[in-house]
């Protein structure tokens, strides 16, 4: 019999509208009264940070703003942040955007009362204690941050991707507003939408996976692989931005107690080194992966076919895998996501370290299927040729 444990404080605020009320839940959560809110430049250009900021003010919150977070934050930003917290007197961070907001926030809710650097946490150097309040509103259905424990930092000295774990990084208040979503240009809701939907694909399947993550990631699978289509061709889709919103919170929640897996760990490689855009660089390689698993666990990735609807339930495993593949292929070029070598900067030359980067994730360990130096070489080879090895035992025909 498995054991296992599954926990999550973070209270939940879901629907149209609900940013607005943001000053009474901070209220009723006693949280306050001095808030350092965390965005990117786009999102505060988009006009979504300053009518939550003069709703905190009108209510009587001291606020200050902190813009300077990049795509796949550094260090450096954090710091910048802690900083501001100490001079500031903050008691709570609200972090207002996607993922990369979001995991900024947390690293200064974590830095800037304690001090140190980002490495210092990740390396297990020093203490997660004394964390400020962190509070989540998201603007891009893709990370499921506002729910989880983690916040992936770029170490900038060496482009490692660190992930700062915690229980105490989980946000006391996620604050989802469909509304915020509405403005998201198609290829970032494609590429957040395409990263939500490997998060529930790797929390489902990877060795610490449980059955309260199972149920969430089966969920989230069914929902985005349904609505991103919708919500990527028209963005004013009120119910596809909901339930694409609602799908990235399950499956925060799937692998929010378990963890992500090799299409990550490659994912994350390649943004340390080239700045690709996360959800993207999640796409290039899924369906890669997922073959290379399938090898061993056919069973486990036919049932994922079947959750996505790209299987029927009479299809044997071995076609409802071909079929899986098949389907995250089309998926991606309908939305389309770019191949690995159309990518900026990927350089062939550069795979060995993209390899020693994904080796070094602490994820490697997770993937459902062992995987080596060699395999994650193999693997990036295959998405560089655009090629996917076709299982020769099943019927090629019967897919068409």
Same mark, same amino acid.
């Given at each position: 019999?498995?054991?296992?444990? *599954?926990?999550?404080?973070?209270?939940?605020? /879901?629907?149209? @509208?609900?940013?607005?009320?943001?000053?009474?839940?901070?209220?009723?959560?006693?949280?306050?009264?001095?808030?350092?809110?965390?965005?990117?430049?786009?999102?505060?250009?988009?006009?979504?940070?300053?009518?939550?900021?003069?709703?905190?003010?009108?209510?009587?919150?001291?606020? #200050?703003?902190?813009?300077?977070?990049?795509?796949?934050?550094?260090?450096? =930003?954090?710091?910048?942040?802690?900083? +501001? $917290?100490?001079?500031?007197?903050?008691?709570?961070?609200?972090?207002?955007?996607?993922?990369?907001? &979001?995991?900024?926030?947390?690293? %200064?809710?974590?830095? @800037?009362?304690?001090?140190? %650097?980002?490495?210092? *946490?990740?390396? @297990?150097?020093?203490?997660?204690?004394?964390?400020?309040?962190?509070?989540?509103?998201?603007?891009?259905?893709?990370?499921?941050?506002?729910?989880?424990?983690?916040?992936?930092?770029?170490?900038?000295?060496?482009?490692?991707? &660190?992930?700062?774990?915690?229980?105490?990084?989980?946000? #006391?208040?996620?604050?989802?507003?469909?509304?915020?979503?509405?403005?998201?240009?198609?290829?970032?809701?494609?590429?957040?939408?395409?990263?939500?939907?490997?998060?529930?694909?790797?929390?489902?399947?990877?060795?610490?996976? =449980?059955?309260?993550?199972?149920?969430?990631?089966?969920?989230? &699978? !069914?929902?985005?692989?349904?609505?991103?289509?919708?919500?990527?061709?028209?963005?004013?889709?009120?119910?596809?931005?909901?339930? &694409?919103?609602?799908?990235?919170?399950?499956?925060?929640?799937?692998?929010?107690?378990?963890?992500?897996?090799?299409?990550?760990?490659?994912?994350?490689?390649?943004?340390?080194?080239?700045?690709?855009?996360?959800?993207?660089?999640?796409?290039? $390689?899924?369906?890669?992966?997922?073959?290379?698993?399938?090898?061993?666990?056919?069973?486990?990735?036919?049932?994922?076919?079947?959750?996505?609807?790209?299987?029927?339930?009479?299809?044997?495993?071995?076609?409802?895998?071909?079929?899986?593949?098949?389907? %995250?292929?089309?998926?991606?070029?309908?939305? =389309?996501?770019?191949?690995?070598?159309?990518?900026?900067?990927? !350089?062939?030359?550069?795979?060995?370290?993209?390899?020693?980067?994904? /080796?070094?994730?602490?994820?490697?360990?997770?993937?459902?299927?062992?995987?080596?130096?060699?395999?994650? /070489?193999?693997? +990036?080879?295959?998405?560089?040729?655009?090629?996917?090895?076709?299982? +020769? =035992?099943?019927?090629?025909?019967?897919?068409?």
């Amino acid at each position: 019999m498995k054991s296992y444990s *599954y926990f999550c404080a973070t209270q939940i605020e /879901m629907g149209i @509208g609900k940013s607005k009320k943001i000053s009474e839940m901070l209220e009723y959560l006693r949280v306050g009264p001095s808030i350092l809110v965390v965005s990117d430049p786009g999102v505060v250009r988009a006009g979504l940070v300053s009518p939550i900021i003069h709703t905190l003010e009108t209510s009587g919150y001291r606020v #200050v703003l902190f813009d300077s977070v990049e795509q796949n934050p550094r260090d450096t =930003n954090c710091l910048e942040g802690a900083q +501001l $917290f100490r001079d500031f007197g903050a008691e709570a961070v609200v972090a207002i955007g996607g993922g990369s907001a &979001m995991d900024t926030g947390k690293a %200064i809710a974590l830095c @800037g009362p304690n001090g140190g %650097i980002p490495s210092d *946490y990740a390396d @297990g150097q020093r203490l997660y204690e004394n964390i400020a309040p962190i509070i989540c509103i998201p603007t891009t259905a893709g990370t499921g941050s506002e729910v989880t424990r983690s916040s992936v930092i770029t170490e900038s000295s060496t482009h490692r991707k &660190m992930t700062l774990k915690h229980t105490s990084l989980r946000p #006391v208040l996620a604050v989802l507003d469909p509304e915020l979503t509405f403005s998201v240009p198609p290829s970032v809701t494609a590429a957040t939408g395409v990263d939500a939907l490997v998060h529930a694909i790797e929390g489902y399947t990877c060795k610490g996976t =449980n059955p309260i993550s199972q149920a969430f990631g089966a969920k989230a &699978m !069914k929902t985005i692989v349904s609505a991103l289509p919708i919500a990527f061709r028209d963005g004013q889709n009120e119910e596809a931005r909901h339930d &694409m919103l609602e799908g990235s919170l399950l499956a925060g929640l799937c692998f929010g107690s378990t963890d992500v897996a090799a299409v990550h760990c490659l994912a994350e490689a390649l943004g340390g080194l080239y700045d690709t855009p996360h959800g993207v660089a999640n796409a290039v $390689f899924l369906p890669y992966v997922l073959r290379f698993n399938s090898m061993e666990n056919k069973g486990l990735h036919a049932t994922l076919g079947r959750y996505m609807n790209f299987a029927s339930d009479s299809d044997s495993d071995e076609i409802a895998v071909e079929k899986l593949i098949q389907g %995250i292929v089309k998926l991606t070029e309908s939305l =389309n996501i770019p191949k690995l070598k159309d990518l900026e900067g990927v !350089k062939k030359e550069d795979f060995p370290r993209v390899v020693e980067l994904a /080796m070094q994730n602490n994820s490697t360990s997770s993937n459902v299927r062992s995987i080596t130096e060699t395999d994650y /070489m193999h693997i +990036l080879e295959q998405a560089y040729s655009d090629r996917i090895e076709i299982n +020769l =035992n099943s019927s090629v025909e019967s897919l068409r």
